[in-house]
T-cell receptor, first 110, second 111 residues
């Protein structure tokens, strides 16, 4: 079975631009969570979606938004990029409590 | 807010030595999860502990959940170079599925 997939793998943007990151969960998983991992730190929770509804939001500004589609895939959008948004963005899907992470999207903001 | 701290931040061992990382939460946890992240990789789920005082073993890895369900430890016996990576504990925030990750312990193993 395919694991969690994310696209793109790497992305370079400039300040002020916006970005859309995509995630496809493991087949059968209805919950998708997004995390931001800055180099040298643990993942920080951004959003959780279940059955297309937002179930949780972390302490991130409104520039961050997400949605989940009927096929349970998800998008994370970040507007007005800042240098500090440079990070590895991880998507995780889950069937029960523990989560399966995708390979991540490495975002660099110049 | 809820915080999860781990010590040490970094440990360098000779292959064959033992290794332990400790995880402490500012609040009681319904469960604790452990993940391993290889350099350049993504977190991979290792195990979940639910019961107070629970101990689980996976080959050379031993996981413990404290009696008060606020701390946990991961012990690796006779480390190997394949154990290299950052080990994170994580616990749910309150009654949600939102995971709060610990600060992580980076393990380096010298052959």
């Amino acid at each position: 079975d395919a694991g969690v997939t994310q696209s793109p793998t790497h992305l370079i943007k400039t300040r002020g631009q916006h970005v859309t990151l995509r995630c496809s969960p493991i087949s059968g998983h209805k919950s998708v969570s997004w995390y931001q991992q800055v180099l040298g730190q643990g993942p920080q929770f951004i959003f959780q979606y279940y059955e297309k509804e937002e179930r949780g939001r972390g302490n991130f500004p409104d520039r961050f938004s997400a949605r989940q589609f009927p096929n349970y895939s998800s998008e994370l959008n970040v507007n007005a990029l800042l240098l500090g948004d440079s990070a590895l963005y991880l998507c995780a899907s889950s069937y029960s409590v523990w989560q399966f992470f995708g390979p991540g999207t490495r975002l660099t903001v110049l | 807010g809820q915080q999860v701290m781990q010590i040490p931040q970094y440990q360098h061992v000779q292959e064959g030595e033992d290794f332990t990382t400790y995880c402490n939460s500012s609040t009681t946890l319904s469960n604790i999860q452990w993940y391993k992240q290889r350099p350049g990789g993504h977190p991979v789920f290792l195990i979940q502990l639910v019961k107070s005082g629970e101990v689980k073993k996976q080959k050379r890895l031993t996981f413990q959940f404290g009696e008060a369900k606020k701390n946990s430890s991961l012990h690796i016996t006779a480390t190997q170079t394949t154990d290299v990576g950052t080990y994170f504990c994580a616990g749910p925030a309150g009654a949600t599925n939102k995971l709060i990750f610990g600060t992580g312990t980076l393990l380096a193993v010298q052959p």
